[in-house]
Structure formats: C-alpha cells, structure tokens
C-alpha cells in the first residue's frame, strides 16, 4: 500500500509554486475521487510517509492535520489513519433531455428583502457564530489578495466565477457531499437569492407550476410568487415532502423546491423512499428540482446525510448551495450546480445576467478553501453549535415550561418551538421582536393554520445566562 502510493498516487514537484504539504493534500484527494483510494483503505503514518517521499514530518503532518480537518481522513488511534468517504460512489449514466424553447427566454424578477442584522443576533434564525469567526486568518488572506492583485483579476470576466473556486467547490462538494460534478457545472451566485433569482430567468417560470414545500422558505415563496410563478403548496411530514401530494395537486409542474437534508423550518431530513419518489417523479416527467442544502454541513449526530444531487441518476437536480451560513451573510456568495443538460443554456444566460459576485470575494474564499481554513472552521462551528444548540434549547424548556414544545433535530442552526398554550406566534414574534430580537412565527411559513410556532436561532447564544435573559424576555410575551 505505501508504495502504491508514494509510486502512483503522490509524484511532489519541488518546482511547483504550491507548497509541498499542499501538494500532498491535493494528491490524496485526487486519489479518492479517482477512486484510487477507497473508504476505509488504511493511510501510512506520516514518519512512513515523510521517510518514502523524502520530506520532512512535520509536511505530511500540515497536509493529514488539513485532511483530518476536512473529515477526508479519520484517526484511529494506535490501529491508524483511515480514508473517510462513506459517500464517494459511481453515479450511473444521466439520461438526456432536451431542452425546452420556453427556457431560452428571460424574464425579470425581483429579490424580497433580506432580514435587518441591526437587531440582536441572539435568537435570530440563519445567522453564523459572529463571535467565532477567524477573523484574523480572513484579514491575512484578504490583504495578500490585494497585494497580488494580478491584471488578470482585475480584468476577470468568466461570468461563471473565478474557475479555481470553482474548481475547489467541486472538489469539496464531491468530498463532504457526494457530488460529483466538473467545474464547468458549478456557478457562483450572489447567494442563494441571486440563484433562485437567475434560475427563475434561464428557467422561465413565470406561469409555471412550481412545487413548494409547506412550510417552506419565505423568501423563496415570495420571489416565485413575485415573478408570476404558479406556487403549488406542497405539505411535509416526519418523512419531508410528500410527494405523492404534490404528484395530485400538479403532476406536470416543472420545478420542485426542496430542502431534503434539513427542512426548512422545521428540520426534518426527507426520508430515502420520498427522495427515490422525487427523483423518479422529476425523471419521468422531465421536471427540474432545486436542492436547497440548507444546513446539510451541520448535522450533530451521525455522518451527515448524502445530499440529493448525489442520488440523481436523471440528471434533473439543480444543487444550490450559499456561504452565508458558514461564513457570513453579507459575503453574498453562493452557488448552483446544474445538471449537464442545463450548462449551455445557462451560461448563455450568466453572459447575459451577470449572476456571480465580486472577484475579491471570489479569491479569498478560495484561499480560504485551499489552504484547508473552511474544512477546519465548519469542524469547529459543528461542535460549537452543538453546544450552543443544548444551551438554548434547555434554557427554552426550562423557563416557557408548558407554553412550548421544542424539536429534538439535532441539526442546522435554529431551533422550533412549537406553541402548545394556544397563543398566536406571530402575535408572539412581533411583541419579541419589539424588544431588539429577530425571531420568526412559523404560521407566516405556511398556509396550515396548524403551524403555530417560533423559529428560534441558537448560533449566537454565547452562554447560558444569556440564552436563559433572551427566554425569559420570550416568557414576558406570553402573558
């Protein structure tokens, strides 16, 4: 095994510019993805390794630290170093589908404003750990970027995005999600808004049947409906959407919405059989589904869940994925990974709509990315969260006692209480909020008068003290 791999898979170049522990990372990644390198295969301690590749230890040791990071690797203690992919298969040939004239056209659309971020990020849904960004690594990277500044970056012009950050979330979505993707595929966005904003133009769904699960995202609904979408309200279960609903109210609809990994609002992970049930429905009836990843990196118990794009053997899901969760919302960086079938049409259409964001941010986040910072701060935000999520959901239960019932989810970055002592949330919510807060009432999420809840964010909550002040304020409302 070890020569195998000094031999074949790890060939260092001391003339490259990359760093030679860079160098090393890379090389086992390639190896995995190229399945050279399967789950479970056994990694060489890294005096073995340093000795084989003649470099020094503490280089193989930046390069597993990074790795080990990332959850590529995973230690064993004294039996070893193990490949981590649980979710690295062969995804099966796509079948073609031609594209429609309707999407060759455009349409405008606005985008619904966004949450103010002058109230308090105590309890405020969908905002990252503030406190616990590494700001200092940011600034660094920041300020070599804009030392560096190339001609060649300050003339970008690639309407997809800066190809290495492309490059780079293909490589991590491929790893952590099991998506398997080539960088021609992958678009940056200005945020998940700007994605939805873009596909609703390269899709054209105005008069369009769209499903959308309810509850679902607000924000989504709201910009469906704003450029004359048809809004098919689609109910969920304990199982996610139910899709055999949805194949009643609108058989033929020519989208689906969906958050399988971690529904939004209520957390939930969409069940094997109804995801197998989507796909196979999106197939058959050559309809399209976005995948919203919502919070799929942070899950606190188990391996996170594949996504949905991993499973798409019909090449119909659009994967849609943001970094203002993991790092900070007014970064407005995102992306979308579209099916084979939809690229050309697309970048014809970012040619014209110039969907992606500023070039600076662009090169930061990959610098970010690539030197293993990313992998390293969501391993740190899952356990922080963890934590966070504990403290506010006792400090919940403790002081509303029988007002509310709060989920049991351990994932994503929010919590729902769900309203038991017949007050109304958003009468709760608004009262809340007058005090400095940003919550949600979860009934404006839905069209079921049953969904009488609050959307409570846990992120921010620094300590039990102030999750048990932030509560008590929320208790005064009740009365």
Same mark, same amino acid.
Not at 286 to 292: F, G, K, P, Q, T
Not at 440 to 460: E, M, R, V
């Given at each position: 095994m070890i020569n195998q791999l000094?031999?074949?898979?790890?060939?260092?170049?001391?003339?490259?510019?990359?760093?030679?522990?860079?160098?090393?990372?890379?090389?086992?990644?390639?190896?995995?993805?190229?399945? !050279?390198?399967?789950?479970?295969?056994?990694? /060489?301690?890294?005096?073995?390794?340093?000795?084989?590749?003649?470099?020094?230890?503490?280089?193989?040791?930046? @390069?597993?630290?990074?790795?080990?990071?990332?959850?590529?690797?995973?230690s064993k203690g004294q039996a070893g170093t193990?490949?981590?992919?649980?979710?690295?298969?062969?995804?099966? /040939?796509?079948?073609?589908?031609?594209?429609?004239?309707?999407?060759?056209?455009?349409?405008?659309?606005?985008?619904?404003?966004?949450?103010?971020?002058?109230?308090?990020?105590?309890?405020? /849904?969908g905002s990252p750990a503030y406190d616990a960004f590494p700001r200092k690594i940011w600034s660094r990277l920041g300020s070599n970027r804009m030392r560096s500044l190339s001609a060649s970056d300050m003339s970008h012009k690639d309407p997809l995005g800066y190809l290495p950050l492309r490059q780079s979330i293909a490589t991590y979505l491929h790893l952590s999600r099991g998506v398997v993707c080539d960088p021609r595929q992958v678009f940056i966005t200005t945020g998940y808004q700007g994605a939805l904003d873009f596909l609703t133009k390269a899709l054209r769904l105005h008069g369009q049947e769209v499903w959308m699960e309810d509850p679902g995202y607000l924000f989504a609904t709201t910009l469906l409906l704003d450029i004359g979408a048809k809004v098919v309200r689609v109910p969920v279960d304990q199982e996610g959407l139910?899709?055999?609903?949805?194949?009643?109210?609108? /058989?033929?609809?020519?989208?689906?919405?969906?958050?399988?990994?971690?529904?939004?609002?209520?957390g939930i992970a969409m069940s094997w059989s109804r995801r197998t049930q989507l796909l196979d429905w999106a197939g058959s009836n050559?309809?399209?589904?976005?995948?919203?990843d919502y919070d799929g990196e942070y899950r606190y118990s188990g391996y996170p869940l594949p996504s949905l794009k991993s499973l798409?053997?019909?090449?119909?899901?659009?994967?849609?994925?943001?970094?203002?969760?993991? !790092?900070?919302p007014s970064l407005k960086l995102g992306y979308i990974v579209l099916p084979q079938n939809l690229v050309d049409i697309c970048t014809e259409k970012a040619n014209l709509y110039q969907i992606g964001n500023s070039i600076t941010s662009q090169l930061i986040v990959n610098d970010f990315i690539a030197e293993g910072h990313f992998s390293r701060h969501l391993n740190k935000m899952r356990s922080l969260y963890s934590h966070r999520r504990e403290i506010t959901s006792h400090s919940l239960s403790e002081i509303l006692g029988q007002e509310v019932e709060v989920n049991s989810h351990k994932?994503?970055?929010?919590?729902?209480?769900?309203?038991?002592?017949?007050?109304?949330?958003?009468?709760?919510a608004a009262a809340f909020n007058?005090?400095?807060?940003?919550?949600? @009432?979860?009934?404006?999420?839905?069209?079921?008068?049953?969904?009488?809840?609050?959307?409570?964010?846990?992120?921010?909550?620094p300590n039990k003290k102030a999750a048990d002040e932030a509560a008590r304020k929320l208790k005064a409302c009740f009365t």
């Open positions: 000094t031999n074949k898979l790890i060939t260092l170049s001391k003339s490259e510019s990359q760093p030679i522990h860079l160098q090393i990372y890379k090389r086992f990644k390639d190896a995995i993805e190229g399945n !050279l390198l399967k789950d479970g295969d056994r990694i /060489p301690s890294t005096r073995t390794l340093a000795s084989e590749l003649d470099v020094s230890r503490g280089t193989v040791e930046s @390069a597993y630290s990074m790795l080990l990071g990332e959850g590529v690797f995973v193990f490949v981590n992919a649980p979710y690295a298969f062969e995804v099966k /040939p796509a079948k073609p589908a031609a594209i429609n004239d309707e999407q060759n056209s455009s349409l405008s659309s606005s985008t619904p404003s966004i949450q103010s971020l002058s109230s308090s990020p105590i309890f405020r /849904p139910i899709v055999s609903e949805g194949i009643k109210k609108a /058989p033929n609809a020519k989208l689906s919405i969906v958050t399988p990994s971690h529904h939004s609002p209520l050559n309809s399209w589904i976005i995948e919203d798409d053997q019909y090449d119909r899901v659009i994967y849609a994925g943001t970094f203002s969760k993991t !790092l900070f994932n994503g970055m929010h919590l729902v209480a769900k309203i038991v002592s017949g007050h109304s949330d958003v009468v709760i007058q005090l400095g807060y940003n919550i949600h @009432a979860l009934s404006k999420w839905s069209t079921d008068p049953s969904q009488n809840g609050l959307i409570i964010g846990f992120t921010n909550v």
